[in-house]
Structures are given as structure tokens and as C-alpha cells.
């Protein structure tokens, strides 16, 4: 997805003193980061602090939409049904108190499988796909069925399985051959290759449990290794290319029927079992519209559209595209602290952004 040339904030309807806002917030966190923001195709911000332009991060959870993206596709080709048990697609997966779990479930994480036995177990073990789908197939659900409750790394080998099953190909194949290359987003990588990793970013974690995260992630085997729900390297610009590129209609990689069916809501107010606080979720995407959950500070921005459709990752990276305002953003960065500082913090980024839109 080529974006358009860079302009003058002015020439898209856009304040430039609020932009600026926007990235001397991002400079104050002092952490490595990028910022690039888009409106009508036409980038007005795209800023690099403290690495290069080109500087790889791990998107954590903001890697979800890629593999929502493919089961989409494979709906669109009448090779998968959203409605169908993931164990008719993967008859291993139906064991342990799982063959009723549908696809659509697991998008929509209704699925009760948010973690395989402990996050620690899911987190050692992401870096060994096999290792993972065999962990997958002997859990047994955590919650009820229809429960809301992230799966931070099952969801994506859950989907990623079923896709691969589905077509025949591997999910690192499908992701790049029917997203990543025909949207020209040549600085996103699914397992960073070997002569690329100088450029990925270490993360920086502070807390308990910052050390084991930082030892998990910053390990050169798990930056090559697929990880579907977490493991998407990128550049800021190419994350805004994503969005879009969605913003677009598809692009050539959607129908916009399909984006709409996508964006759907499916749960407003529910609190998340795991994160433990209400999330607009939808069909792989998480929504904006704080409105639907009063007095909850959302990283998409406090004054974001109802329809703004995209995903936050640990509240270290970002993405998403507001149809009403027409504008697509990518903040990445490297640094995770406290959960309610680094929400708040991506939330101001993101309000002055909105703040910024004329229109």
C-alpha cells in the first residue's frame, strides 16, 4: 500500500500545532518510538525518536489484526466458515472440553481458551510452533463458553492452524503472499530474517516481570520465530499502511463487505476476564467509542469514533483507522511500564491526533 506523499498538515484539514503536540508526547516518554499518522492517504507525521526510520518493533498484540485479516480472506475464498468448530477444521483441537468452539469465537475471544495453562507456559513456549499447537490441543478452556476474556497467545495458533489447514499453505506464507506483499509493506516481517534483525528493537520492561519479558523477546530465536498473535515485526509506516489500506476499501486484499462483517461489534460493556475491564471487540479487532464504556480510558483515544477498528499491543504499540475522520495511525514503541500510565499515555497521543482533524 503506497501511501501518499507527505504534506502540510493544512492541506488535509489537519492542525499542525496539535500534531506537533501529539509528538512531543511521544518525545517526553523517552523511549524509542515511532509515530506516523495518515489522513486521506497523505502522511502528515512520521517521526522516528531515538531509532532509526527503518528500526523494527514487536507489536505484541497489535499483531492480531494480520491473522484476523487471513481467516477473513479464507471466508471470502468459501474455504472457511466463521459459524464451523475449529475442530472440524482440526480435529486434535476438539479434545479436553473444546470441540464446540467456533471460529468466530476464537476471533471474537468468546472462546474461553485465554491461556494454556499459565501466560509464563504460553510465553516459553511461542517460540516452538509445534510445541504450542500440542499445548493447545491438551488444555482444557479456563472459561465458559462465550465468555469475554483476551487469549493474548492462543487466539493467533488457534487461527493461524486453521487457516493452514484450510489452505494448505503455512501461516507465515499465507500472511505474507496475501497481505504483506500486495500491500508493498516490505518492512513487516513475520520472523524477522537473520540478515534483518540488527534492526529490531529491544523492548524495555520495568516491573516483576520485566526480566523474563525482556529475555523471551529480545532473543533473536523468538524475533525469527512465527508467532502469530504477537510476533509481527514493523515499522510504524508500514503498521499506517495497513490501516490504510483498510480505510481504502481493502485494498485488493478485502472486500469491504468482508471489513465491515469484520468490524461488527460483539461485545459493548462486557469486562474482560483477562484484562479485566470492558473492551469493544469485534470479528479480530478491537473498536473505539469510549461512549460504550463510560469512565474507561481506551489507548485508541478518549474522543475516538465508535467505528475506529484496530488493536493495541501490551500498551507498548498501536494501530488503527477511524473511518469518520479518515485517518489511519501507527505509534510503536519499546518500552512497557505500568498498565495505567502507558493506557493514559497512548490515549493523550491519540486524542491529540483527533484534536488535530478539522473535520
Known amino acids: 500500500m503506497e501511501l501518499g506523499g507527505e504534506c502540510e498538515p493544512r492541506d488535509v484539514r489537519m492542525d499542525a500545532g496539535r500534531l506537533g503536540a501529539a509528538v512531543e508526547l511521544v518525545r517526553s516518554r523517552k523511549a524509542a518510538a515511532q509515530l506516523c499518522v495518515v489522513r486521506d492517504g497523505r502522511v502528515v507525521v512520521d517521526q522516528a525518536i531515538g531509532c532509526e526510520p527503518d528500526a523494527l518493533f514487536w507489536l505484541f498484540s497489535a499483531s492480531k489484526p494480520y491473522v484476523a485479516i487471513v481467516i477473513h480472506q479464507l471466508v471470502e475464498s468459501g474455504l472457511l466458515h466463521l459459524d464451523d468448530g475449529v475442530a472440524a477444521y482440526w480435529p486434535e483441537f476438539g479434545e479436553a472440553g473444546k470441540r464446540d468452539i467456533t471460529v468466530r469465537q476464537v476471533l471474537q475471544h468468546r472462546s474461553g481458551l485465554t491461556t494454556v495453562g499459565s501466560y509464563v507456559g504460553d510465553a516459553r513456549a511461542m517460540a516452538d510452533w509445534d510445541r504450542s499447537l500440542e499445548r493447545i490441543e491438551q488444555a482444557r478452556p479456563r472459561w465458559p463458553l462465550g465468555t469475554v476474556a483476551h487469549s493474548p497467545l492462543a487466539f493467533g495458533f488457534v487461527l493461524a492452524e486453521v487457516a493452514h489447514r484450510c489452505s494448505g499453505q503455512p501461516y507465515a506464507e499465507l500472511v505474507r503472499r496475501s ?90 460493556g462486557e469486562v474482560d476476564r483477562t484484562i479485566g475491564t470492558p473492551i469493544r471487540w469485534s470479528q479480530g479487532f478491537q473498536l473505539g467509542g469510549p461512549r460504550f464504556v463510560p469512565n474507561v480510558v481506551t489507548p485508541l483515544g478518549t474522543t475516538s469514533s465508535p467505528r475506529t477498528f484496530g488493536h493495541n499491543g501490551s500498551n507498548c504499540c498501536i494501530g488503527w483507522a477511524d473511518p469518520d475522520r479518515r485517518i489511519a495511525y501507527a505509534y510503536v514503541t519499546n518500552r512497557i511500564g505500568r498498565r495505567e500510565v502507558d493506557v493514559a499515555h497512548h490515549a493523550a497521543v491519540a486524542d491529540k491526533v483527533l484534536e488535530a482533524a478539522f473535520d
Request: charged share 20%.
Open 179 to 268: 497481505v504483506l506483499e500486495p500491500l508493498g509493506l516490505a518492512d513487516t516481517y513475520l520472523g524477522v530474517p537473520y540478515d534483518e534483525s540488527d534492526r529490531s528493537v529491544p523492548i524495555r520492561v520495568s516491573g516483576v516481570a520485566g526480566p523474563f519479558v525482556q529475555s523471551v523477546v529480545n532473543r533473536r530465536s523468538t524475533r525469527e520465530a512465527v508467532v502469530p498473535a504477537a510476533g509481527m515485526s514493523t515499522t510504524a509506516r508500514d503498521l499506517a499502511a495497513l490501516y490504510q489500506a483498510l480505510l481504502q476499501g481493502g485494498s485488493g486484499i478485502l472486500r469491504p463487505a468482508s471489513i465491515a462483517a469484520a468490524v461488527e461489534p460483539s461485545s459493548e
